[in-house]
């Protein structure tokens, strides 16, 4: 069961019990047979709750400072700033104290971004002139300290997410940041000791982040992008493509080390497949993309040569193993043809436009033998619809395109139903 079906299936054990329709212990049971915490609906919907009031009441009180903020004198300022972050940090502290979890993590959560605020007014106060970045990456720390040490994975993750921002800006002026590899090892220690859906989902992506910027930062871009800038998402488009296969394959060794993050793991994987999917669809649907090579198989060369090509290697050899011994055949397929995209590539992105094309038919159809029957025609509908506007006038290539994408979904329905 995916992610917002779990969602919708707490709400619906919360209104069964209110209406009489099932007792406690039979909604328990329910819960337990999806891999839901019962009681998790309820708190993460009073954690919000709290939250948004402890906003308002912040916005209130700098809505009336701000109107008079000249006026106070700057040692007045400086105080009035610190009083407010001692007294949000505190309150989370007292809270803590009490056990009372959700207004303590509200108050921290709340508490990390009157610290950002502290630190563009004391700049201005003070006319302290510094790169942005500096300030960014004082608030990533100091945000990080709290967090890390309340062992809160949201507090974590809203960090994580600060420190994202000064990464992107340092990666802006040209440098990159590699003290974000700490952000993200103390991120995945967090989520060891504390089973954060929301730490697990920020962690995912900066991790992949990460990867992407590395390989492009140790190649000097000089080596990616000899074919200008555009030459480098293809590279871009497979690694991301063998991430997604890699967390779909791991996501069996992570259910046996904590209940559900194995599934939420393989949620991700599949989601993040499909919506790089079917946004390379979209990018390679402009035939003159990049310019093609006159080497035989030059794309081949150029991407195993350089720093992508080697992730790539790494991540198809781990996924690979993993399905052979889950004996995952769709995984298997799946990972083949990605394997086959780098030789596509060579051939320009006309064919990589046809590639995207069958590969997301292909990737639709498993989802709807699978049961994700929405996700997958929401694929399918969106590559007809793709192809239909770029094919307007050669009614013979529409129409092959079409039966060969209808062969495709029998081939699997088919199969399905002999299963």
Not at 114 to 134: M, V
Not at 244 to 262: E, M, T, Y
Not at 401 to 406: E, I, Q, S
């Amino acid at each position: 069961m995916n992610f917002l079906n779990r969602i919708f299936l707490t709400k619906e054990l919360d209104r069964w019990q209110s209406d009489g329709i099932v007792d406690k212990e039979t909604a328990i049971k329910i819960a337990n047979l999806y891999d839901i915490d019962p009681d998790a609906h309820s708190d993460k919907m009073s954690f919000v709750l709290k939250l948004v009031a402890y906003l308002f009441f912040a916005l209130a009180f700098f809505t009336l400072v701000g109107a008079n903020w000249e006026e106070i004198p700057r040692l007045g300022r400086l105080a009035l700033v610190l009083f407010v972050l001692g007294l949000v940090n505190f309150g989370g502290i007292y809270y803590l104290a009490k056990e009372k979890e959700n207004l303590s993590t509200a108050m921290f959560f709340l508490g990390n971004f009157c610290f950002g605020a502290a630190i563009a007014l004391i700049a201005q106060i003070y006319n302290i002139s510094d790169e942005p970045s500096g300030g960014i990456l004082l608030w990533s720390i100091g945000a990080f300290a709290v967090s890390f040490a309340s062992k809160k994975g949201v507090l974590v993750a809203q960090s994580l997410i600060f420190a994202t921002a000064w990464f992107f800006m340092i990666a802006y002026q040209s440098d990159f940041g590699f003290g974000f590899i700490i952000f993200i090892v103390l991120g995945a220690y967090t989520l060891y000791k504390d089973d954060s859906k929301w730490l697990a989902f920020v962690l995912f992506i900066d991790i992949f982040i990460y990867i992407i910027s590395f390989c492009g930062y140790i190649s000097g871009f000089r080596a990616i992008f000899d074919y200008g800038f555009l030459f480098g998402l293809p590279m871009v488009a497979i690694v991301s493509l063998s991430y997604a296969l890699l967390l779909i394959s791991i996501s069996p060794l992570l259910d046996k080390f904590r209940v559900g993050l194995g599934a939420f793991t393989k949620e991700f994987g599949k989601n993040f497949g499909v919506f790089v999917l079917l946004f390379c669809l979209f990018l390679f649907e402009e035939r003159n993309l990049f310019e093609v090579g006159d080497e035989e198989l030059w794309f081949v060369k150029s991407f195993f040569k350089s720093n992508f090509g080697f992730v790539f290697i790494l991540f198809s050899v781990a996924y690979f193993a993993l399905f052979f011994k889950e004996k995952n055949k769709s995984g298997l397929l799946l990972g083949a043809l990605l394997v086959s995209l780098p030789f596509v590539f060579s051939y320009g992105p006309g064919y990589a436009n046809i590639f995207f094309s069958l590969a997301n038919i292909i990737t639709a159809a498993f989802l709807i033998k699978r049961g994700e029957l929405k996700l997958g025609l929401c694929m399918i509908f969106l590559v007809a619809a793709a192809r239909y506007f770029q094919l307007i006038g050669d009614y013979i290539g529409a129409t092959a395109l079409f039966m060969v994408f209808a062969f495709i979904v029998l081939v699997v329905a088919r199969k399905g139903r002999k299963k």
